[in-house]
Every structure is written in C-alpha cells, then in structure tokens.
C-alpha cells in the first residue's frame, strides 16, 4: 500500500500549476451583510481561474492584485449565497464592495464531507444538512431528538419517555440484520465512541453528554458517493458534526437561560375500582361457567379481600353479585402514581471572537431536566474550546476540545415490575399507602407505602433506591495545516475520544420484592467502564483550477484508529442500613470481575472532485480499510465510489427560462461502502472462563470462521437539485436503491451442537426508496415566511437469509424472514368474537406465513395460521417546518409525521385487555367484552383463569403512524436600539413547545417507542409498558453582549 | 505496555512510518482459543468444570429439569402455576406451544453440557501416560452426558413403556465436539430405546470407573444413583435395586434425622448423593425463583392448593414444609423462613439417599412382595417404615403398593421426579380446565423447539404439536 501512495503524492505534486504576472493592479472592498450593512470579516474572496485570492479583516475589507483584463471574482462564506462577479480591469485599480445575501435554502452553502469540504453546488452525492441554530435551546435530551423531522430519509425514534434512553437512527433503512444498524457519527473529524455503557438491558444513547447547542452544521452522508471515504463503516451513512468557529472580530458573548415542564403526551384510561370489581367478578363467573368449576369466584373473592387489605371493597360489588353497589373505598388511580411534575432549566453562555491570527470560541453548559416517570432525572454540564491559528501564511494548527459530564438518575427497564408505568397494572383495590388500622374498613391512608400490593410496588422504588450513571466524555482533537504551495495542503489531525462512565446502584431491603437480591440487608453495585479512541489522520489536499475552465480538488491520505475498552464490576450486599449504600460498608462481596476488549483500523482514503467549466461535475473516492476485526486472510476491503453531476441551468441553452427555473442539478452515483460493527473478535473459536462452587471452568462459546468479513452495501443514487423562481421554491429529490450483500449473520444452528448460533457472512437485504425536500420562501420583506418540507419512503425487503428465519422481539414475534421488511411481526390473525358465545377466534389460512385464502376460523390457538401480521418500519416519514419573522417577533412550527408502521402493544395490551384472565386491572375499553347482551363486540368473553383470546396476535397490532407537532419556538428580540441603551447587543424571549399535539389512532400511550429491554435490528415496534414521550414547555431568554 | 505502542502510533506518528499490518493483529482479553483451551491435562479438567457449570444452569438442575417436569406432570388443581411468565404458565396447563422458549432452553441448555463433555472426550489423548486420570476424567463426563441425555429424553421423548422405545423417536446422539458450523450439525433423532442404552453405557462406564469419593463431584454412587433411577425409568426394577442397594449398603451415607434438613443447604450432608452447588456470587436456582415466596427472594409464583395436603397424613412433617402467604401456600423446600436466607444460592439436592430407600421398597415390593425381604434382605416394610419415622409417622405393618407410591410421591415432591412417575407408573394428571390428561397422552411430551424445527431438516416433530 505505501508504494501505490507515494505514487499518488507524486501525482498530485506533478499538477503544480502558477503563472507570473507581468503587472498588477488592485481589487479591493469591503464584504457586507445586504440585510445588515455589518461588516463580514474573514470572507475569502478568490478568482478562481488564477488560484488567487484573499480573506477579508475585522472591518470586512479585502485586497487582491490582478493582472488586467477580465476576471471573475467569487465570495463564499457560511450562511451566506455565493457571489460571483465578473470584473473588467484596464489600467488601474478597482474598488468593488460586495454585498451578501443570507442564504436562506442553502444552495451555496459549503458542505462540510469527509476530510474536506465542498460548495453545494459541487455536490454530487446525497447529502443532507441542518444548521445548528435551527435546533439550539431545543428543550430535548440529546442531538437526535433536535434532528427528527428535519432530515429527509433519516428515521429517528427514540425508544420511549425515560431521559436519556437509546435512540435509534436509521438512514435510508436498516442495512444490517446482525450487525449494527447505526450510522457512524463523527464529530469535528474524530469518529466519536458509540460505545452503549448500559448494564441493564435498556440501552442507553451515547450522545447525550454532547452538547449539541455548540453545533453549527450537521451533514448527513447518505449515498455511497458521499459516505464511501469512510469505506467499512459507511453502510449505515454518515452523520458529520461540526461545531462552531469563533470569526475575527469583537468578542461576542451569548447568554441563553431557559426554564419549563413535562408532562407525559398520553395516558391511558384504565378501569376505576367499581368497574375492576364488577368485570372481575363476572369474569369469575363466566370462567367458572366456561370450565364447569367452582372455584373462581371464592377465588377472585379471595383475591380481592387479600388486595384490599381490610378495606370494604364488597360495597361497590353490584348488588346482582350480592353488594351494593356503593362508591369504593379504595380507587387508587395507580397511572398517574407513575408520573412525576418534571421540570427542567438550562443555562448557556459562549463566547466567540479573535482576529486574524487566531480564533476562539468557548463555551459552557448546564442543565437539569426532570423525565415524566418519576425519579428519572438528567443532568449536564459541558465545556469547550475550539482554537484556531494562523502561525505563518503557510501552517496553521488548532485543536477542539470539549467535555462533559451527564448524572443520570436511571429506572428499571420496561419488563422489570419496578417500573414505574408498570404499575397500571396494579389493581384499584389496593391503596397506595397502608390502612390506619383502626379505619378499616374504610380506607384512612398511613404514610407507609403498601408493599402488599398484587405486584410489587414501583412506587417503593422511588424512596428506597439509587440508580445513578455518571458519564464523562472528554474529546480532543489536534489538527495541523501546512501549505506546500498555494495549491497543496498537508493536514494532519491527532485526536483521542474518552468516555468513561459509572454505573452506581443501590437498593434497601425495602424494596426485596421488587429486587429480591435486595433482601438480605440491601444490595449495591458499582461499574466501571471506559473506552478510549485514539485517531490519527494525514492527508493531502490539492485545489486548483487546472485551466481557466476546470477545476480538481483531490485529497488522498491514511488513519489509524485504535479503541482500547475496560469494564470492571463489583456488587455486595449486607449492609448495615439504609444510610450505608457503598460497597464498603457490604457485609458480602457477590461479585467481581473485569474485562476488556480492543480493535483497531487501518485505512488508506483518496477522493478526487473535477469541474468542468462549472458545470459538469465528476467525483471518485475510496477507501481501503483494513480491521483487526477481521480474520487474517480476509483482513482489507477496498471501498470504491463514484458520481457525476450536470448543472442544466448553466448552459446557454437554459437561459431563457431561467426566471422559472433557475436552477437545475442532476447526479448519480454507485459506490460501495461496508458495515465493521460486529463484535471484535466474531472470527475466531473461542473458549470464555465460567466457573462451577468456587472451581473455575471453561466452555465453548463462538465457532470459529476465519472467513468472516464486513458487509458490502452497493448504493446507487439518482437525484437532482432544483430551484425555480430565483430560487424562492427549491430542493432535492433523490432516488436510491442500496444492496447489501454478505450479511453479518447469526446464523442459527442446531442447538444439538452446543451453540445456537454463529456468524457467518451470508444474505441479501434491499433497501429502496425516494426522498423529496421542498424550501419556499413564501413570503419575503418585512414579514417574512419561509418552509422547507420532508418526505421519504423506503422499503426494506431482505431477499436472501440462507433460508432461515430469526426470531427477536417479545416472545419472538419480530422475524427477519426471506421477502419480508426485518422485523416483521408473526403471529395468528385475531378474527374476532364468536357471537354466539364470546369465545375469542382465530383464523386459518391455505398460505402459510402470507395469510392468503382463509379457510376457517378456530378457537384453537395452536391450530391458527401463523403469518406476517404487521410490519414495525415505516411507509414514509417526513417533517415539515415554518419560520415566520415580523419586526422583532419569529416563530417557528415543525411538524414530524411518521406513516404506515404497525406496533405490537405486548404490555398493557395484553395484560390489560386480556379478557380477565390476569388479576391486572384492565383498560375501560375492555368494559365493551362480549355478553348475552353485547354480541356484536371484538372483545372476547371475560373469562377469569381462562385463556380466551389473551394469546399473541394480531390483536395486540396497532397502527402507530402519528402526526406530531414537533416544535414550537416563538421569540421576540428587543429593539436593537432598546437594547444598546442596556449595554446588550440583543436580547430575546421565546417560549418553546415540544410534541404539544400528536394525532394518531394508536391504542397505547404514544406510538413513538421501541421497549427498551428488547429495543434491536430485529425487535422494533413492540410496547412493553413503554413510557410516553414528553410534552414540554418552556420559556428562556437569550442575551448577546 | 503493547497497548502504549498502539496509542503513541495512532497519536504521534502515524500508520503511515509503521510495519502497518501487525497494528491489526489484537487478542482478546476475556477468551482463549481451541486449541489453548484443550491443551494441557489441566486445561481440560478446567473444560470439565465447564460441563458442571452447564449442568447447574436454570435450565438444567438449577431449574428446569426439576420445576418445570414438575409443575407439568402436577395436576393443575392442586399445584398451580399463578405467576405472569406464560412459558410455565403453558406448561403447568398442559398446553404447551411449539415456540415456548422454556423447551428451546431445556434442549439447547442439555446438548451444550453434552458439547461440553464431548470437548473433553475428545482431548483425552493430553494424559498421556497418566491412565488414572484420564479414566477419572472419562467418567465424570460421561456421568455428565448421561444425565443430560436422561433428562432429554424423560421430557422430548415417549415414556420407555410407552408402546415400542425401537420405533418412537428419541434424540439425536451427538458424540464429537462441533469444531465447524455446517450441514453435519443436522442430525436426526434416535429411537427411545437408542437413547436409553446410550445413557446406560455412559453411566456403566462411570460408575465402574469413578473413585469412590470426589468432593462434590460425581463420584462412583452419584454415577449408581442416577442409573438406579434409570432403570426405574425402564421398568428394570432388578437393576434398579441393585444400584439403590449400592448405595444404600455402602454404609457411606445416612437420612438427616429432620427432613427439613435436605433443603436449602449451603453444602452436601449425609444424605446428600449429588447436588448443585450454588454459592453467593454464582448461582442458578430457578425453583427459589418460582417457588418461594416474596419474603424468601422468590416470584410465589406456584401455589399449592388444599387439596395437596389431603396427601399427607396427619403428623406428617413433611406436611409442615408450607408457608401460608398473600399469594397463597407456598413450598419451603426452595424457601427459608429467615429472611437473611437468600435460597437461591443455596444448593440444589439432586440426588438423595431417601430416594434409594424408596426405590428398594419399590422394587423388593414388586419383585418379592409385602413382608418379604428382597435385595439387601430388607423387606418394603423396612425402607418405607425408615422414611416414614423421620417425618414423624407411624409404622405399617404392611404396605400396599399404593402407599409405597404414595410415600416416595410425598417424600419427593418438588425434587424433580413427578413426570417420570407418571409416566411410568402410567397414571393421569389434570389441565387447567380440570380435565384429566392420561400419561400417554401427547400433550405429555415436550415439543421439539420450534427453533430446531426450522434449522435442522432432519428432525420430526412429536406427535400432536
């Protein structure tokens, strides 16, 4: 491989191009906002056709020396449409002062790809940007939170209402069965640690230590042409940050506060005492009937007195059942116990500024943020500094630096009977708090909370436990420029990415029932874990115009990334009381031990972009990646991509209409990109240490294929960039079709050998699909409205499994199966009530797994055709955004839509619309089940201890396609003259709503979920006692000085 | 100080100045490979351990092979499964699905600790001259394999004196380690009687080979013990008392003088034959799980229902072993009333001496009858009348065979042995819907996990699923 790179160093070196002039004059002006009139240092001003140019100072001026004749000059800055004039020079100096125009659609925006970056205008891959500030002082947990509903293509949902949980980010589909389907991010240049440091089953999201209000510009690499330099590790896109810059300039100081509440979006009517009773106890009566059994009603009775504790719960037992139908004593509303009143404040204050030499910006964060569930809490703070130099005119350095510290008061997850929304399950005949013995049997409330309740008491939880994760992130990142000549640039970057977390746990005896470990004096853990990244990137950069017409901008270099992971872990238990909660005070050490783990990559990457006469664009990048991950002989992957684009309005031809259509861009790509994200050691056989009463031991546990290798995800893309009406209605429409091949699989073998399953590269997965964005400007002037919109649809279809079918999800009813999406849920169909006797039914069909020709129904579930009853991904999701501005007021409204996924609600669902089986209390819809007088229902006779129609179907599908009013920001900025008076260059109040209205038909709390104990590339789609999002509201101020 | 080399690369001086391929060649920290772990004669007594360690897992004897049997062949009026797991809630009302996850976890749980055992057969050849141990180590996996196998096919295959053990389909035998995930892994089920003489000859072997002490291990007594209730298992009542007689003669073992003294033990007692050690940092004990109630660390998921107690007669003091709760009555075997007691990591008996008391009378009562002495000169009246007057019970002066079933069935309640004997003793259990479901029925045979169904062509289904 060095060989082929020296070579191409040489290459580049060979393409020196300068010419000498004879005599200059100069160009010179100032850069200015057109809306402003405010100065805009540290504008490059170029003549592209001589490679010269110039970056403006503090006061916006510039100066370059021409030779004479005609050149064109173009401007470029951030934020700002390009400008580009052609000046005649003839014999003496010429002033030209340029005016920019905020570019409100982005055409002209530089994009920032991998190692470089690029004018839109040049792009000919699938990109997608946002901008920082469209998202800063959003009231949400983490950057994925902000980005949902923004990006076309791009399918964000967070696993549930709890802070701080996974989220799952899936660009243009999932491209992986077995391995991971996230894409990789990278922040400032360093491939972040994406390491999940949950050691609950409930995963949690690495980025929420990242203070995502430093951010000036995502990019989101979508195609193989964009994503290919990132080669093994590009399948699933590309998700580049970039954080703000200080500008030269007077130091601008930013002081943002904000203050507000959550609530949960949703919740669910569920039974009061008096109905729980009445159902219950008829459900005894109908089970008895059923079984031709006696004992169900002495049972239920049973129950009841048990639960209620003394309390006269036969006084609201109908008077057809032998009560009197009086009001109950006890009617404890066990939902909204679940819940907390959250609140949540921020503070940010940054500074940014320098001069010519060197740029600065730093910047601070706190914030507190209370979940809705109760005990679930959040807390950041973070620092950073970005630091730019100009040493000498040819070597510039800087490095990013931030770090952050997130306190995480965490839950149980979904399945636990901790959790705080599984108490809905609880019935209404238990009080919360103990009896007043002396009460009874009417209900006078102790300040003891019940532990006798059906299932063990969350709210306990709440008072006699800690779950407290501390994560540190410190990112750090050199980089070194050095200018060869004009042309060529050597840039070196060194980085190191450090989280370290810490996973604190503590429960009382108290709480034994619910964690019965506990029981022997209390239980308490402590984890430890760290993964350290070290990266290193060299690169050469060449930027010429090679002739007057065309232009190349290559860019070849290597890296070297290593990630060095350690955990250790220690649980005692014995502790004195309860005010003792570290391990040192344990009477008995339960366990120990540590462990680690290691991989590296080694990768060469080269990109060329060629323009021709500015508007024929040509691009091709690869990428050779080789990971230790990989066995010996199969241990590089060449990563290959290329792309085409054509500006149509920038020929002759296009001139007459280009006052309709003003701007037209098509390109294509195909190119290949990998996915490494398995474990790091899949390839070899491998034995791991157990032990038996103190002896230690070893077994089997991986099959060894020396074969294994990444996944190769080919991508073609076809789109185009369009702007009509001097670009006032712009965008994209991209249309893609992803192949992935070799899928990293586990494979399900014979469990008679031992193992369940190996890894082995084999399948085929499809993922097609559009994307349209639409910008407008409706209306411009003092009132101003503009919108972007958002739609994509993708189709997954895996064509290729080896003929096997994987199971995951709740009791397995999320398949991976050949010609289905990944995911989809298997089960019978629920047909419906017998109405001659309530009896629930399920239907048969010829096909199997397709459910076509229905044969019959049955009431036996086992004899019920098992086939695809819904599917978890999506039809099409999109968003769609509005920024209105008068005088000194703006207000922006986002709207996110989510259309044609189903969900399998296996929690509340079936436990609560199970038909009295279960001593759960149920859903009030369940008042609704079949009786003599009530045969036209779908819900099933009540049968207490008798299974009808509580079995796993289609019954539990729910639509979860929703319509969500994402974001609401409206904010008022003071007078500017107002303001100066105060010594303050702005100030402005807003007030923000977050997920204010959701319009959906799902039947659980919020269809945005995913349970967290199960939450995969396989399992989606499923509630388990999954908590809703949260409905938040705030109010901040933002001052500028 | 590797490590360091690798951070000073990727920091300071770049892969580009480096050998570059070596930078991609990492260990794991927490794993070895084959060919190490097999290497040496104490690498593959440490792979031995290994096998133990799966035998002890939840869904072996830390669980599975004792509860779940169990709360199956129970009628369900009179043990009743009331927890929210629907695994076991199928399986106590006899109506099992084929994608029940508790029957993919019994049968891939046991062919992992028959992998395991295969691993160290097949590394035997590294003792080389040192005969004794190898043979030692022979035998202790094969006792292992042969108790996997047993319990394998009491769940997934037809009862022995089910119609013809030649034809019903047992499992498939497996006796290599699996090296190589390919096609060879699809092997088909071997007949019942193919099975039962397989774990025959493993356990032979074992007994004539393993010392007569091995600490906790098996030793030649577990290997008789486990064969005793094999044979017992084929109506082969001679040999099934002979191994008892082994045992029981051998004067090494003695009954507890209170019965309460065989349960939640932190380590094996006189009477104890075999047992799961669980210790406080390791264990697996899946019956504490679902039998103990709420202020014994357990989910009071089984309750037992009145009618059970009218199986014991009054004095019994095995029908002292119940705790009254909330949830209902609960079992004590797997409990402890001290609430610094936590039962999941105390031991699991496997293997006791009243067992092979209970055994002889069964046998000497079948082969010589009432009042006869049979093998070991002791007559049924003997062995029943010693178990009976631990618990606190009367003597007969002679027993039926009714009361000797009656009395190994309230001896041995919740240790594991209810579906063998009602499949043996070809008797009737009762569903949820209290119907009665006869021994023989299909509903009485685990299914073959759906899962295996799907991965491996060459298996068939029991009848009924």
């Not at chain 1, 449409?81 to 905020?102: A, C, F, G, K, P």
């Not at chain 1, 640690?193 to 050691?199: K, T, Y």
């Not at chain 1, 309005?649 to 390109?667: M, N, Q, S």
């Not at chain 1, 994209?732 to 469990?751: A, G, H, M, R, W």
Request: proline share 4%; hydrophobic share 35%.
């Amino acid at each position: 491989m060095k060989s082929k790179l020296y070579i191409l160093f040489l290459a580049l070196f060979c393409l020196a191009a300068s010419e000498a002039f004879s005599q200059s004059y100069t160009v010179s002006g100032t850069v200015t906002d057109a809306s402003t009139g405010e100065a805009l240092p540290g504008t490059t001003v170029t003549v592209p056709a001589l490679n010269r140019g110039g970056v403006t100072d503090i006061d916006g001026n510039y100066s370059i020396d021409l030779p004479a004749g005609e050149h064109q000059v173009v401007v470029s800055f951030v934020g700002y449409q390009r400008y580009s004039r052609t000046i005649t020079i003839t014999d003496s100096d010429v002033t030209l002062n340029i005016e920019l125009r905020l570019d409100v659609v982005g055409l002209d925006q530089v994009v920032v790809v991998g190692f470089g970056e690029i004018s839109r205008r040049d792009v000919t891959g699938a990109i997608a940007s946002v901008r920082g500030e469209d998202f800063q002082f959003a009231p949400v947990n983490s950057v994925e939170n902000a980005m949902q509903g923004r990006t076309a293509g791009v399918f964000i949902q967070q696993d549930g209402g709890k802070l701080g949980q996974g989220i799952q980010m899936r660009i243009r589909g999932a491209s992986s069965v077995s391995a991971s389907n996230q894409p990789l991010y990278v922040i400032d240049g360093v491939p972040v640690v994406m390491d999940d440091f949950s050691i609950s089953s409930a995963r949690t999201n690495p980025l929420a230590q990242f203070n995502f209000n430093d951010v000036e510009s995502i990019q989101v690499l979508k195609d193989a042409s964009a994503a290919a330099i990132y080669g093994s590790r590009a399948a699933n896109g590309v998700v580049l940050i970039t954080t703000r810059q200080g500008r030269p300039g007077r130091t601008q100081f930013n002081y943002s506060f904000q203050q507000g509440f959550s609530e949960p979006t949703n919740t669910i009517e569920m039974m009061n005492a008096q109905e729980y009773i009445n159902y219950m106890y008829q459900a005894a009566i109908n089970g008895d009937n059923f079984a031709g059994s006696t004992w169900r009603v002495p049972e239920i009775e049973w129950v009841l007195d048990t639960y209620s504790l003394g309390t006269d719960w036969r006084r609201c037992l109908n008077t057809e059942f032998g009560g009197q139908g009086l009001d109950c004593p006890v009617d404890t509303d066990w939902q909204s116990e679940a819940f907390q009143d959250a609140g949540m404040f921020s503070h940010d204050l940054s500074a940014s500024g320098g001069n010519e030499s060197t740029r600065f910006f730093v910047s601070g964060h706190y914030s507190d943020q209370d979940g809705i569930l109760i005990n679930d809490r959040f807390q950041r703070i973070t620092a950073r500094i970005n630091l730019d130099h100009t040493a000498t005119e040819r070597l510039n350095l800087g490095m990013n630096l931030s770090t952050g510290r997130s306190f995480h008061n965490r839950l149980s997850t979904d399945n636990a009977f901790s959790t705080p929304i599984q108490l809905i399950a609880q019935m209404p005949v238990s009080p919360l708090f103990y009896p007043e013995p002396g009460s009874l049997p009417n209900y006078v409330p102790t300040d003891v909370l019940n532990d006798d309740t059906f299932y063990y008491n969350g709210v306990l939880h709440r008072d006699f436990t800690k779950y407290e994760v501390t994560t540190m992130r410190t990112t750090g990142n050199f980089h070194l420029g050095y200018s060869l000549r004009p042309d060529l640039e050597w840039r070196s970057e060194a980085s190191a990415d450090i989280v370290t977390g810490k996973d604190d746990q503590w429960y009382s005896p108290r709480v034994a029932r619910g964690f019965a470990t506990a029981a022997n004096g209390g239980y308490a853990s402590v984890a430890w874990q760290q993964t350290a990244s070290y990266t290193t990137s060299h690169f050469l950069t060449y930027n010429s115009n090679i002739t007057q017409n065309s232009a190349l901008n290559a860019t070849a270099g290597l890296s070297y990334q290593y990630n060095d992971y350690n955990y250790s872990f220690t649980a005692g238990s014995g502790f004195p009381n309860d005010s003792f909660q570290r391990l040192t005070s344990a009477a008995n050490v339960l366990s120990g031990s540590t462990t680690g783990s290691e991989y590296s990559f080694l990768s060469y990457f080269a990109r060329a972009n060629y323009t021709l006469l500015d508007r024929y664009l040509f691009s091709v990048s690869g990428r050779v990646d080789g990971s230790s991950r990989f066995g010996r002989d199969n241990r590089y992957g060449f990563f290959p991509a290329g792309s085409v684009g054509w500006i149509l309005t920038d020929e002759d031809f296009a001139e007459p209409i280009l006052d309709v259509l003003t701007y037209l861009k098509i390109r294509t790509s195909y190119g290949i990109t990998g996915n490494a994200a398995i474990s790091n050691f899949g390839s070899l056989g491998l034995w791991g240490g157990t032990s038996y009463a103190g002896l230690s031991g070893t077994n089997p546990s991986q099959i060894p294929n020396p074969n294994l290798t990444w996944e190769t995800t080919k991508q073609f893309n076809v789109g185009f960039d369009y702007g009509f009406f001097n670009n006032r209605v712009s965008g994209e429409f991209d249309y893609y079709v992803k192949n992935t091949e070799d899928l990293l699989l586990s494979v399900q073998i014979p469990s008679t050998s031992g193992f369940n399953t190996t890894l082995r590269n084999v399948g085929n997965m499809e993922n097609k699909g559009w994307e349209f964005t639409v910008n407008t400007i409706n209306i411009d002037g003092r009132f101003s409205w503009t919108s972007n919109f958002n739609i994509s649809s993708n189709r997954n279809k895996i064509t290729n499994l080896d003929g096997q079918v994987i199971t995951a999800g709740l009791a397995g009813l999320n398949r991976a199966m050949e010609g289905y999406a990944i995911g989809v849920f298997y089960a019978p169909e629920f047909f419906g009530v017998d109405p001659e006797n309530g009896n629930a039914l399920f239907s048969i069909y010829e096909d199997e797994d397709s459910c076509k020709n229905f044969v019959e129904t049955t009431t036996n579930f086992n004899a019920a055709t098992r086939c695809v009853i819904g599917d978890p991904n999506p039809k099409f999701v999109g968003g769609f955004g509005n920024t209105l501005n008068y005088r000194g007021f703006d207000l922006n409204v986002l709207f996110q839509f989510v259309y044609g996924n189903d969900a399998y609600i296996g929690g509340h669902g079936r436990w609560s619309r199970g038909n009295g089986i279960f001593e759960d209390n149920s859903v009030r819809d369940q008042l609704n089940s079949w009786t003599p007088q009530n045969r036209d229902t779908n819900v099933p006779e009540a049968r207490f201890i008798v299974t009808n129609g509580n079995q796993h179907s289609s019954r539990y599908i729910s639509d979860a396609s929703y319509l969500r009013l994402k974001n609401v920001t409206l904010g008022y900025e003071l007078p500017v003259n107002r303001v100066r008076q105060l010594g303050l260059n702005k100030v402005r109040l807003y007030a923000t709503g977050v997920n204010l209205l959701t319009w959906t038909n799902y039947e659980g709390w919020d269809p945005e979920m995913n349970t967290d104990f199960l939450a995969g590339n396989i399992s989606q789609g499923t509630d388990f006692y999954t908590a809703p999002q949260a409905r938040t509201i705030t109010f901040g101020i933002d001052i500028g000085f | 100080m590797k490590k360091f080399k690798h951070i000073f690369i990727a920091l300071i001086i770049g892969a580009a100045f480096s050998g570059c391929d070596d930078l991609l060649d990492l260990e794991p920290q927490a794993s070895i490979s084959d060919e190490i772990a097999l290497s040496t004669p104490d690498n593959v007594e440490t792979a031995l351990i290994g096998g133990y360690a799966s035998l002890g897992a939840s869904n072996a004897y830390g669980g599975h092979y004792i509860f779940l049997t169990d709360i199956f062949a129970a009628p369900a009026d009179e043990i009743f499964f009331n927890g929210t797991f629907t695994q076991p809630r199928e399986v106590n009302a006899k109506s099992i699905l084929i994608d029940n996850s508790y029957m993919a976890g019994y049968w891939s749980t046991s062919f992992n600790i028959i992998n395991r055992t295969n691993n160290v057969l097949d590394a035997l050849d590294v003792f080389g001259n040192d005969t004794a141990r190898r043979t030692r180590v022979e035998a202790e996996a094969r006792f292992l394999r042969a108790t996997a196998y047993y319990n394998l096919i009491v769940a997934y295959g037809k009862a022995y004196n089910d119609g013809n053990p030649q034809n019903n389909p047992g499992v498939p035998i497996i006796v290599t380690p699996t090296r190589v995930a390919d096609e060879t892994l699809e092997v088909e089920r071997a007949s019942v009687a193919e099975v039962y003489d397989f774990v025959l000859s493993d356990l032979t072997f074992a007994r004539d080979n393993l010392p007569a002490t091995n600490g906790f291990l098996a030793n030649t007594y577990v290997a008789s013990a486990m064969l005793s209730r094999v044979y017992l298992s084929m109506g082969n009542f001679a040999q099934a008392g002979a191994q008892a007689q082994r045992i029981i003669e051998s004067g090494n073992y003695a009954l507890f003088p209170n019965i309460s003294e065989n349960y939640v033990r932190v380590q094996n007692g006189s009477e104890t034959i075999f047992a799961i050690q669980n210790t406080e940092t390791t264990f697996s004990n899946d019956m504490a799980v679902f039998y103990a109630p709420t202020s014994s660390f357990g989910r009071a998921d089984v309750q037992v229902r009145d009618i059970h107690l009218e199986n014991y007669e009054p004095g019994d003091a095995r029908a002292e072993l119940f705790v009254e709760t909330a949830r209902g009555r609960m079992t004590l075997k797997y409990a402890s009333l001290d609430p610094s007691v936590d039962p999941r990591r105390r031991n699991i008996t496997v293997l006791r001496l009243a067992e092979m008391h209970l055994i002889r009378a069964e046998v000497n009562y079948r082969l010589t009858g009432a009042g006869n002495p049979g093998i070991g000169g002791a007559t049924p009246e003997d062995d029943i009348n010693a178990i009976r007057a631990r618990v606190g019970l009367d003597p007969l002066p002679s027993v039926t065979l009714a009361q000797v079933l009656q009395e190994r069935r309230n001896e041995l309640m919740f240790e594991g042995q209810l579906l063998n004997d009602l499949k043996r003793l070809e008797g009737f259990t009762v569903d949820l819907n209290d119907e009665q479901v006869p021994w023989n029925s299909n509903r009485m045979v685990f299914p073959i996990p759906e899962r295996e169904m799907n991965v491996n062509s060459r298996l068939v289904q029991n009848d009924g699923y």
